[in-house]
């Protein structure tokens, strides 16, 4: 395979294809470790900016039982990082960490400073039709976004089984630091949207073009994943915590 994810083209062969990568999994605990597995195991050397980091091309992840509360998540993810990410989806403002950048409860509920709350417009628009396909929302804000671009820019809700699924791109995840906290808020933001168009809430799906761990996560990172999977971990063991402030990146 060529850098890039690319089959290589030869005589008589198709016409080169990115390659994508799939996990199914129950729950969001379970996604976060699956990923950063793959990415540990196939993830070819990449970089973020100036950082090296070691990524997947084209993950797609879909989740069973999305549960805010989840309890993987709950006994080896950070709590300043947990807090940190809960903030940025539920209090509208400024993020100092990102320059200063909208949050995502901002373009959310008040996009690019218009007041529409899209995910009000969400719920009722599956409220008023449980079978619409177009109940789409950006947080993307093309006017004022030039340095920082959200990581999460299309969350799709739709109830093909009567469930309120969550379809969701991010252009890139980092499963290092703050993926899983992106999973929990994702997944409270569902349950938000099901209770508003009065439905429950089924599987959550996302999109990722880059999923990938920065450098000095990666034995980090290792150890975590092996020891859950030996089930030798005791929670902060992988000392994978750090200060938002000071350690935050853009993707």
């Known amino acids: 395979m060529e850098p890039g994810g690319l089959e290589p083209a030869g005589p008589g062969s198709p016409a080169r294809a990115p390659i994508t990568h799939a996990i199914r999994v129950a729950t969001l605990g379970e996604a976060w470790l699956a990923a950063a597995g793959l990415v540990l195991r196939e993830g070819r050397p990449a970089r973020w900016g100036t950082e090296a980091t070691q990524e997947v091309a084209l993950l797609t992840i879909a989740v069973g039982e999305p549960d805010p509360d989840d309890e993987l998540i709950g006994r080896l993810g950070d709590p300043a990082w947990l807090a940190w990410m809960r903030a940025n989806f539920r209090t509208p403002g400024a993020v100092a960490e990102l320059g200063g950048a909208d949050s995502y409860a901002r373009r959310l509920r008040d ?73 929990v808020e994702l997944a409270a933001l569902q349950r938000e949207i099901a209770a508003g168009a009065g439905l429950p809430p089924g599987g959550l799906v996302i999109h990722v073009k880059t999923a990938h761990i920065y450098e000095p996560e990666l034995d980090a990172m290792a150890r975590l994943v092996e020891q859950t999977a030996a089930g030798a971990l005791s929670p902060r063991d992988a000392d994978i915590d750090g200060d938002p402030a000071t350690r935050t990146r853009v993707g």
């Not at 529409?116 to 039709?129: C, E, I, K, T």
């Not at 739709?158 to 992106?182: E, I, M």
């Open 111 to 183: 996009h690019a400073g218009t007041g529409r709350d899209q995910v009000a417009w969400l719920a009722a628009r599956l409220a008023a039709d449980p079978g619409a396909r177009d109940a789409t929302i950006t947080t993307f804000q093309p006017a004022t976004d030039t340095t920082y671009i959200p990581c999460i820019s299309l969350i799709d809700a739709w109830a093909p089984d009567g469930r309120v699924q969550l379809v969701v791109y991010a252009h890139s995840l980092d499963l290092g630091k703050k993926a899983y906290a992106n999973f």
